[in-house]
């Protein structure tokens, strides 16, 4: 395919109904998680007040509304296509109030940098860098592949709702295929993520480690919307983490607990393994800071030998606060029969009369050993990323205009993509590629929730040694939901 992903069949479409439908007619890509042993929590999502496009139906003389996608579904194929022979798609002159630019071109580079992200002016080149897998020889869509049409799918509407505010900007999609870093190897080789005054993506982490040292030298601002990994860069000021790390979401869970909670009164649980061990330093510092070093009281601790023959024998009782509130919190989602262990001695105990709450992990609800009665007896709570509040009207709105551009309902991945769009062209087109250095003092309101960027750094001691030293931004809101009434919900 050379260095540029094949145009999704109508070019003057958004991301067009029959590629979704396609796709979602071989894979049932986009369609909400269900579960039928688990349908107290996961349910096909219902339209609600959704309402399809209207179309004339000839027979009764009236319009109606439609539901679905309509007509033959072809078999989508992909393809190069000469730029001479199919050129790039554009609008005829600038517009006065728009500041000018280009429709999004799905085909690539479009002949240059505009020049107009450093300056602000509305005009600049925005790269997606997705896993669209065209050239998967698999029978269905790889499941990155998925990812990448539905954030794809929501990031061309937040650019309709960007050109209705006056944002054009031309709008390159590359295939980073994600197999190996050779594509991106090939990409990063070419003019398209030359000329970029934007980069969002990719999805794994050995291409972001490619783009991340490609960004920081030629200072462009990367978005990286999915690897929420700590340490991936050093000293780069443009690279942009919109999931918010394993630090931040602990951070973020003692932040709550603490709330109303004594630390004497808490207990960290985890396997006695390295990986597990080190996640308790998150909440041990995130707790010192709320101290303030004035008697730094410490969580306890409670490390489970790793082997399954012990997992019977956990020793819960020790901890409990038989005068009060026990909140266990388990940073743990390697094993589940661990965690099913360990559950049903805490539930052993609430059947005894003793309160207690558990933090866990959001991984669990699709653990098959786990009974959903343990979780809203011990009052689950979890960290999240993201959660769509079902009132709030943008939402509401989005979902409307999704399911009539798609005939489907969106995902995650959907919501995530047309925030990340929407939030990042604005600031692209306000601020110009410069952007980053402003982006820690302006949190928004989004679709899933909250961007809130802070300068992250990994190593503490160098930001003492120099007070301006930073490694990346980083988004560290992270919702606290709390499994109530079978389901997960905004906790108080």
Known sequence: MGNKMARFGILNSLMTVVLLAALLSSCNLLKPATDPKKDKVYKDEEVGDIQGGKVYDPNTGTWRTVNEVEGKVDTVRWADLSEEKYPPIKTDTPTTGGGGGT??????????????GSTGNGKGNVTLLL????????????????????????????????????????????????????????????????NSDLIIGPYKRDNVNLLQDFAKKNKVPLVVPYTAQTGVTEDNPYYIQVNPSLKAHCEAMTKHIRQSHQPENVVLVALDKAEEKARFKFFQDANAVIEKGKTNRKFKELLVPEGASNFHSINVGQFINTRGTTVFVVPSWSNQTFIYSLLRQLMTKHSEGEDIVVYGMNMWLDFEQLDFEYFEKLKLHVSSASYMDPNDERVKQFKQKYFQSYGTVPNDEAYLGYDVMLYFGKQLAKYGKDFPIKLDSRPSDVLQGRFDFQRSVADPAKHKEDLGYYDQLENQFVHILKFQEFHLQPAD
Not at 103 to 112: D, H, M, V
Not at 160 to 188: H, I, P, R, Y
């Open 131 to 194: 896993p669209f897998m065209a050239n998967s020889s698999s029978s269905g869509v790889p499941e990155s592949s998925q990812w990448a049409v539905s954030f794809y799918a929501g990031a061309r509407l937040a650019y309709d709702d960007l050109e209705e505010e006056g944002v054009k900007f031309t709008v390159n999609v590359l295939d980073s295929e994600e197999s190996s870093t050779a594509k991106v190897n090939s990409l990063l080789k070419g003019n398209d993520l030359a």
């Open 103 to 116: 429709k999004p071109n799905t085909g690539g580079n479009t002949g240059g940098n505009s020049g107009g």
